[in-house]
């Protein structure tokens, strides 16, 4: 076990949790791309200073984001109608005047921003991986294939104009360097412009024991205590805390210039909560790291056991968090045969590391297996609901988070 260097205010991070070494999450190499597969420490702890929870180790970014980026952000209903509704709330509070301008960091397929061009509302996205900025710009999405940082921002700035808000979801947490972000943020906003972002939560991710959270591309997993050190650190206020249903547990955190917009008592609320769950101890993550093994230990001691039945077991969804299970876990083809994505960009290919091929779902819906492990656990709903057939011919399904269970 070895320290770190807090990437917020330069503090020391105690390693607490080590996921041994690992690809890249979403790497999902092609058959022949995986001789030239490469692996990376992957551990994680808490700042002593300003509590934020982080990797120890970077990963490079080419490593991570490739034009032929797998993730598409509408891939789930849930998940489409949930950033509509986010783009309608924005239209009716900070997008009213006259010549509002909203700026969105990796906007991914265009989920959000969709609602506001159909709206004819100024915005710009700013996503670097190539495939899934030109589906957005196939929506009428105006996008910067870009990463944000300061000077990204200085130049929207001068091309459009300060942005009255700038949203991120589900990739402020992967940014390496938040105070640079941070910089752009304050070059770009107005005075009384607001940066929304909603990212998994570290509350819910101990609580559910979901280690499969962490991967490379999750550098930070936030608190509401440590985005309020980061935010004041960065000159900026946070003024609204909100949970959010996706992830399997998210928080909206609003930040603003200091004095301009008052804060809501949620701040305070959930400052209080995270103290009596102790989330910025280390005793709290060492305790973690424990129903982790714990967690290693019961699913491939199931995997084996199905085995020796002769039961067929295989895996449902593809997303980074197969990744982190299937190498911490040593879960390769003997145990998972395949795994089935709804992604059109991720089937023919492999889950980095453990070599698992990704097929599509109908791959499982023909021949149901007697038992599927979940790994996209977090559209529970929306799967299960989905493939009722399964389990009415008596298939179960593998669970893993908060403990291995069958339901
Ligand atoms: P996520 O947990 O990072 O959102 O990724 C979920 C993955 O699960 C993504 O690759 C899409 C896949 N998926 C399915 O295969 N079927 C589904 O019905 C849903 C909702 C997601
Ligand atoms: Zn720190």
Request: with cysteine.
């Amino acid at each position: 076990m070895s320290n770190g260097i807090c990437r917020i205010c330069g503090g020391t991070v105690k390693e607490t949790v080590n996921l041994g070494r690992q690809p890249s999450g979403n790497g999902f190499p092609l058959p022949h791309e995986i001789e030239h597969e490469r692996s990376f420490p992957l551990s994680a702890g808490t700042c002593d200073s300003c509590t934020m929870f982080q990797l120890l180790d970077d990963v490079p970014s080419e490593a991570k984001y490739r034009d032929e980026y797998p993730y598409h952000a509408s891939g789930s209903a849930v998940h489409r109608a949930h950033f509509e509704a986010n783009a309608r709330r924005f239209l009716e509070t900070e997008l009213t005047g006259p010549d509002a301008f909203i700026v969105e960091i990796g906007s991914n397929d265009g989920v959000m921003l969709a609602t506001i061009a159909q709206a004819g509302v100024r915005h710009l996205g700013v996503e670097p991986c190539r495939e899934v900025a030109d589906v957005a710009r196939g929506r009428g999405i105006q996008v910067l294939g870009e990463f944000f940082n300061e000077n990204t921002a200085a130049a929207i700035r001068a091309e459009h104009g300060p942005a009255n808000m700038v949203f991120g979801a589900n990739c402020i947490a992967h940014i390496v360097d938040l105070r640079r972000l941070l910089q752009g943020i304050d070059t770009l906003l107005t005075p009384d412009g607001v940066f929304i972002f909603e990212e998994p939560y570290l509350g819910s991710v101990i609580a559910q024991n979901a280690f499969d959270m962490i991967y490379d591309e999750h550098v930070h997993i936030f608190s509401v205590r440590s985005i309020k050190a980061m935010a004041e650190l960065a000159g900026f206020e946070l003024v609204n805390a909100e949970p959010v249903p996706l992830h399997g547990g998210t928080m909206r955190y609003t930040i603003a210039r200091p004095s301009r917009r008052a804060v809501a008592p949620a701040v305070a609320e959930f400052l209080a909560q995270e103290r009596e769950q102790r989330l910025a101890e280390h005793g709290t993550i060492e305790k973690f790291a424990a129903a982790v093994r714990k967690i290693r230990e019961d699913l491939t001691g199931l995997l084996g056991d199905l085995r020796a039945q002769g039961k067929r077991v295989v895996g449902y969804g593809a997303p980074a968090k197969v990744t982190t299970v299937t190498n911490y876990c040593g879960i390769g083809t003997e145990l998972i045969p395949f795994v089935v994505d709804s992604t059109p960009s991720k089937q023919g290919r492999l889950v980095a590391g453990s070599h698992i091929p990704v097929l599509e779902p109908g791959a499982f819906s023909a021949d149901h297996p007697d038992y599927a492990v979940l790994f996209a656990w977090n559209h529970a709903e929306e799967i299960m609901a989905k493939e009722q057939a399964f389990r009415e011919r008596g298939g179960r399904w593998i669970l893993y988070v908060p403990d291995v269970h069958i339901v």
